[in-house]
């Protein structure tokens, strides 16, 4: 069978940019390797799918190029997605810095980019496997349901992260298949776990969360952490992995907004134990928990000023070496993939074989963690989608 545009993946990214290139007139056929398109935009969100960010902009997103998803941000954005969800009628609220979710399920996201596919003819293929890919004039790709013929084939296979949705590495398999480069690629927004020692001192505290400004090299994240049985996770935790490398301290201020020593010096000649006082800004049990890791357990009176300056400055810059991260089976993206000195910045076209694109989470472009990665998918999708 032969069509315009091949798009290998049904997720948001190929499914977006399938129906971009429809728009204008080309023949479009997506293939799925699963029984349903849009699995990870299902389960995103708690199931409402966080589906944009207001404030999206280059500095939210790690790339080796960090100027090369300038272009396709700007070409479509924020603003132009939130009309689109408008057009079909979608309810969605901001839940907080900028994150934009449907007020009733991801499953709409989904049902908006079919109607988008349908509208514009484009061919879709359920349970579809791609078996090889060879370049003759266009493309040809032998799959499970026999063998497809295009002029331009685009990579929307995604990343490494949740492979029991079917992750896999096909879109970077390709890639190395026609000479392009693959960078290292990681778990990124994952958990991020802590050695047996760590753990079993802070075992009883899991489930607990405290407001904190979590930092390494430069790169800090001021949101909730949340303590679990593996170490450690919440908002704050899952940005900064994407920075983190292993080896690493995490440097974690706990009083992010107050200053440790003058609250701890107004109780320098009570009988409250430091306990007593953290209690009333964090969660009792972590104060608790946190205060007999530091210390010992005695009024704040028998501390001379040096111990209490030096808890203070423990509050402020708590430092944790996490042991790793709870892997792909937990990360929301994968850090790195498909070179993007490789790729045309507008057209995300491999700049040494024409007709090939890769788009999304396969490229080495990943966004925070607050829908900028479903930006993103839109982005890259949209300027494949007016080239392919």
């Given at each position: 069978m032969k069509t315009d545009v091949l798009v290998i993946g049904g997720g948001a990214a190929g499914l977006f940019c399938a129906a971009t290139a429809a728009q204008r007139g080309r023949s479009v056929m997506v293939l799925e390797h699963a029984?349903?398109?849009?699995?990870?935009?299902?389960?995103?969100?708690?199931?409402?799918?966080?589906?944009?960010?207001?404030?999206?902009?280059?500095?939210?997103?790690?790339?080796?190029?960090?100027?090369?998803?300038?272009?396709?941000?700007?070409?479509?954005?924020?603003?132009?997605?939130?009309?689109?969800?408008?057009?079909?009628?979608?309810?969605?609220?901001?839940?907080?810095?900028?994150?934009?979710?449907?007020?009733?399920?991801a499953r709409q996201i989904v049902q908006l980019l079919l109607q988008e596919c349908s509208a514009a003819n484009v061919s879709l293929r359920l349970n579809c496997r791609v078996e090889s890919v060879a370049k003759d004039n266009g493309f040809?790709?032998?799959?499970?349901?026999?063998?497809?013929?295009?002029?331009?084939?685009?990579?929307?296979?995604?990343?490494?992260?949740?492979p029991k949705m079917g992750a896999t590495d096909l879109g970077y398999r390709l890639a190395r298949q026609f000479g392009l480069r693959v960078t290292q690629t990681r778990p990124a927004l994952v958990p991020l776990t802590l050695s047996e020692q760590e753990r079993t001192r802070f075992s009883a505290l899991s489930g607990i969360s405290v407001d904190a400004l979590v930092s390494v090299r430069g790169h800090s994240f001021r949101e909730?952490?949340?303590?679990?049985?593996?170490?450690?996770?919440?908002?704050?935790?899952?940005?900064?992995?994407?920075?983190?490398?292993?080896?690493?301290?995490?440097?974690?201020?706990?009083?992010?907004?107050?200053?440790?020593?003058?609250?701890l010096r107004a109780e320098h000649t009570s009988a409250?134990?430091?306990?007593?006082?953290?209690?009333?800004?964090?969660?009792?049990?972590?104060?608790?928990?946190?205060?007999?890791?530091?210390?010992?357990a005695k009024p704040l009176r028998q501390y001379s000023e040096k111990e209490l300056r030096a808890v203070a400055e423990r509050i402020h810059r708590w430092r944790l070496t996490p042991d790793g991260t709870e892997g792909y089976r937990k990360a929301e993206v994968t850090v790195g993939?498909?070179?993007?000195?490789?790729?045309?910045?507008?057209?995300?076209?491999?700049?040494?074989?024409?007709?090939?694109?890769?788009?999304?989470?396969?490229?080495?472009?990943?966004?925070w963690l607050g829908g900028y990665n479903f930006q993103w998918a839109w982005s890259s999708g949209f300027a494949a989608g007016q080239s392919a």
């Open positions: 029984n349903q398109v849009g699995k990870k935009i299902l389960i995103s969100g708690g199931g409402r799918c966080n589906f944009t960010n207001l404030h999206a902009s280059p500095e939210n997103y790690l790339s080796g190029n960090p100027n090369f998803h300038k272009s396709a941000l700007a070409r479509y954005t924020p603003q132009d997605f939130i009309a689109l969800v408008k057009r079909h009628g979608i309810r969605f609220h901001e839940k907080k810095l900028g994150q934009l979710f449907c007020d009733e399920s040809i790709v032998l799959t499970n349901q026999g063998r497809f013929e295009c002029t331009s084939l685009v990579v929307a296979t995604g990343g490494l992260s949740i909730n952490v949340l303590l679990t049985h593996q170490g450690l996770s919440g908002p704050a935790i899952l940005q900064i992995s994407s920075y983190w490398q292993p080896g690493e301290s995490l440097t974690i201020d706990l009083l992010p907004e107050g200053d440790a020593w003058e609250l409250k134990e430091l306990k007593t006082v953290l209690g009333q800004h964090w969660p009792q049990r972590f104060a608790q928990a946190w205060a007999e890791v530091q210390s010992s993939g498909v070179d993007t000195h490789e790729l045309s910045s507008q057209t995300m076209e491999a700049r040494r074989v024409p007709g090939l694109y890769f788009i999304g989470e396969v490229v080495d472009v990943t966004g």
